[in-house]
């Protein structure tokens, strides 16, 4: 069954404050210091934001847009922001929910493949003792130019704990706290979209070959 | 421990995000199960696959330049101001 994750209409949740945010409350207003720092370190992020929208949007001009807004945003309510704190963490939550209330809101979003969900990872049954290992080096360069399109295949479901830990560099608490889920859920949706990947790749090979 | 259970623990183990003691286990499991091992490195092909991708990917200097311009000036943090004070 799809788990999705929306806020209501105009909602503001993306600014509150994370759990490790809210033990350590910060009292000390920012200097002028500080938040030319905020600036520049946000700033020094804009590569991994690019990265994930363009992963979560699958087009360049949407990535671009949702970037954007991400760091007007950011800027903007900038005081909600503990200094010290997972600022990549902070910056990523507000593009994922922007994502998700203006995608699902313009209902830009593939619905679940349940094919993918339930037959995707059957191949992983069929595994031989031996000899269906990516073993060669070039066969690795040619898959990682197919990984891409496979991805841009998975539902969002799928897609979104990939995009966090395998682009993003986040760990599984870290993508949880993003996605609002136990870490439980990113470890399976991780599990089931690498095995769907890995499904996907290995019939490319046995084609090839 | 069945192959089947140790399935979602590979793709844990890839990203060391397992316990000392269910890395420890999976990792006697492996040492015996050729099944599961072309399973690990199937899936660490897609991980790799997918960091590799992904590293070649920069923001395009454009946009680099266009979010630098557009930033707003940052509005200052806002303090509670007991009523008392403001009657000074």
Redesign the interface.
């Given at each position: 069954m799809r788990t999705t994750i929306s806020f209501p209409r105009g909602s503001k949740r993306w600014l509150s404050l994370s759990h490790e945010q809210r033990k350590t409350p910060n009292s000390t207003p920012m200097t002028d210091g500080k938040k030319s720092d905020f600036k520049e370190e946000a700033i020094s992020f804009l590569d991994h934001l690019y990265r994930v929208a363009f992963h979560l949007t699958r087009e360049r001009a949407d990535a671009e847009d949702l970037v954007q807004e991400t760091y007007l945003q950011a800027v903007t309510h900038y005081g909600q922001f503990s200094p010290g704190t997972n600022l990549k963490g902070w910056l990523t939550r507000i593009l994922y929910n922007l994502f998700i209330n203006r995608y699902h809101r313009d209902k830009r979003i593939v619905s679940l493949d349940r094919a993918d969900a339930e037959t995707g990872v059957s191949w992983v049954e069929s595994l031989e003792g031996s000899g269906g290992e990516p073993e060669a080096e070039i066969l690795k360069a040619e898959l990682q130019n197919k990984i891409k399109e496979a991805l841009d295949s998975l539902s969002e479901e799928f897609r979104t704990p990939i995009v966090l830990v395998d682009i993003g560099g986040f760990s599984y608490a870290e993508a949880a706290e993003i996605l609002s889920c136990p870490v439980g859920t990113v470890r399976s949706r991780l599990f089931r979209a690498r095995s769907i990947l890995a499904g996907k790749l290995r019939s490319y090979v046995q084609k090839e070959r | 421990m069945s192959c089947e259970e140790n399935?979602?623990m590979?793709?844990?183990f890839i990203?060391a995000?397992l316990s000392p003691a269910e890395k420890q286990m999976l990792e006697k499991h492996l040492g015996g199960c050729?099944?599961c091992r072309?399973?690990e490195?199937?899936?660490r092909?897609?991980?790799?696959?997918?960091?590799?991708?992904?590293t070649r990917?920069?923001?395009?200097s454009s946009?680099?330049d266009?979010?630098?311009a557009?930033?707003?000036e940052?509005?200052p943090?806002?303090?509670h101001v007991p009523w008392w004070r403001r009657l000074l």
């Open positions: - | 399935r979602e590979i793709s844990s990203d995000e050729t099944k072309t399973l490195e199937w899936l092909c897609v991980k790799e696959g997918l960091s590799q991708s992904a990917l920069a923001i395009p946009l680099r266009k979010i630098l557009s930033l707003p940052m509005p943090r806002q303090h």
